[in-house]
């Protein structure tokens, strides 16, 4: 997964995926189901961009841990 990283105020580097995930954490019943990609769907459209553009889109969804189906309605140029 990926994670951001910001400076403190006392130069230290902090992880803010770990703080955001102790705070959600805290705030949520322990009794709730936790989230399942698996069962949900992306869907986007998109026109003019190359082959490396939704390579990185579908790329940059699965490094989340994304694990639900993407559909993706692509034309290689724009309407006019």
Not at 33 to 53: C, E, M, Q, T
Not at 75 to 80: E, G, N, T
């Amino acid at each position: 997964a990926l994670s951001a990283l910001s400076a403190s105020s006392s130069g230290g580097v902090e992880d803010q995926e770990d703080h955001a995930a102790s705070s959600a954490s805290a705030s949520t019943d322990a009794k709730s189901p936790k989230w399942d990609s698996a069962k949900s769907v992306v869907i986007g459209l998109a026109a003019g961009y190359g082959v490396h553009v939704y390579q990185q889109f579908v790329g940059s969804l699965r490094a989340t841990g994304y694990n639900g189906h993407i559909i993706l309605g692509i034309a290689s140029d724009p309407p006019s």
